[in-house]
């Protein structure tokens, strides 16, 4: 075996595992004392992103810490835009900014298709990440999904409704799709480095999938992620997590991918009757649940273990960390998954 522990390896490709395996969305951040100590070395989020060894650092922390069955390597979905021509900044306590922004087919034709050497600061970090794990876990690479970033790159920076990312598709739907279609391809070419540079698994974050409606979700976004499952599955495992799209899990359990997430909308009996058996599900614990006495979070736990079952299943939480969890909580979070 090349991996001291391959648990969750084992469990996207629908193997045999003896216990459930877990690992938290947004564990490389937020809740760990050692990140932040971490992050004040670097300038600001853009240029910690930027730097290898500082990223590779705190990839490799929620491992040590907190004993998840795998890292994720620390970067963001927004370094797909900048490598495209359309650089962002992290605004402390407000999020993503970018000064330029897609409203037009000019801005559309001047963006270049990307790939792993317009992130080679992202393929190093794994590189350093992998070389540090030394085989303890696996690790896992990610991408936005092209939807979500299309949203980030016409709005400029986050929304609750992305209702000029909307309005884009409404008005000017071609275009849209050729927007779609260059930020599909750059995504293929820097997932492909990512596993090329040693990433044992793949995740696809469709964070904003919930603003759209079935048929333009299956339209402008589906139709993109099936493109990049195509070119990423026959190599790795492949998990793709759209939030607040339940409407769309029978579409998803077509897509050539081993995993599909969810969110804890989703009731695990509905979405494994409506997945079928083919494909190992993800999730879904409200992140909220952390918030509480660690008597419910064990029951809570243990409830969502039944629910899903031991085999083709993937601990995690329905969204990522929120930055004011205790670490305690979530340390006993995952170690009550691991004993049940
Ligand atoms: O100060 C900080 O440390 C900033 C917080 C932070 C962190 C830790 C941001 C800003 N990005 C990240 C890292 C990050 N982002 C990871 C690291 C690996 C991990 O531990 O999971 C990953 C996978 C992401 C992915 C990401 N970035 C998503 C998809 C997942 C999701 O949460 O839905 C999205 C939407 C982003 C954009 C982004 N980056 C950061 C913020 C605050 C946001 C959201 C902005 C918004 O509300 O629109």
């Known amino acids: 075996m090349k991996y001291q522990n391959d648990i969750i390896l084992r469990a996207a490709r629908g193997e045999q ?3 459930v395996p877990i690992w938290l969305m947004r564990q490389a951040g937020r809740v760990l004392p050692e990140y932040k100590a971490t992050r004040s070395r670097a300038k600001n989020f853009v240029e910690f992103v930027k730097n ?88 896992i690479g990610f991408a936005g999904a092209p939807w979500t970033i299309f949203a980030y790159m016409v709005e400029g920076s986050g929304s609750k409704t992305f209702s ?90 077509v897509l050539s991918c081993n995993t599909i ?12 009757i409506i997945v079928g058996h083919q494909k190992t599900l993800q999730g879904n614990a409200d992140p909220c649940l952390l918030y509480a006495e660690e008597c419910v979070i064990e029951q809570e736990a243990r409830k969502m273990i039944q629910a899903f079952g031991k085999q083709r299943y993937i601990a995690n939480l329905g969204h990522g960390l929120y930055p004011d969890t205790e670490k305690h909580k979530v340390k006993f979070f995952i170690d009550c998954i691991k004993s049940l």
């Open 17 to 19: 595992v003896e216990r």
């Open 261 to 272: 997430g969810i969110d804890w909308t989703i009731n695990p009996q509905d979405a494994r």
């Open 52 to 139: 290898p060894d500082l990223a590779a650092e705190v990839t490799i922390q929620p491992v040590d810490i907190l004993g998840v069955d795998a890292a994720i390597i620390f970067s963001d979905i927004l370094v797909i835009p900048e490598a495209m021509g359309l650089p962002y900044q992290m605004i402390e306590a407000k999020g993503p900014w970018f000064e330029n922004t897609l409203t037009s087919k000019s801005d559309i034709d001047a963006l270049r298709i990307a790939d792993g050497n317009d992130l080679s600061y992202v393929i190093k970090a794994i590189e350093l990440s992998k070389k540090g794990l030394n085989n303890r876990v696996p690790l």
């Open 164 to 253: 000029q990312a909307k309005k884009f598709l409404y008005q000017q739907p071609q275009l849209a799709h050729e927007a779609l279609e260059k930020i599909t391809q750059s995504t293929i070419n820097y997932l492909k480095a990512q596993v090329a540079a040693g990433a044992d698994m793949i995740q696809i974050f469709d964070s904003w999938a919930g603003v759209l409606g079935q048929e333009q979700y299956k339209t402008f976004s589906l139709h993109y992620i099936s493109k990049i499952c195509n070119e990423l599955s026959p190599i790795v495992p492949v998990t793709v997590f759209a939030k607040d799209a339940h409407f769309a899990l029978a579409d998803m359990a």
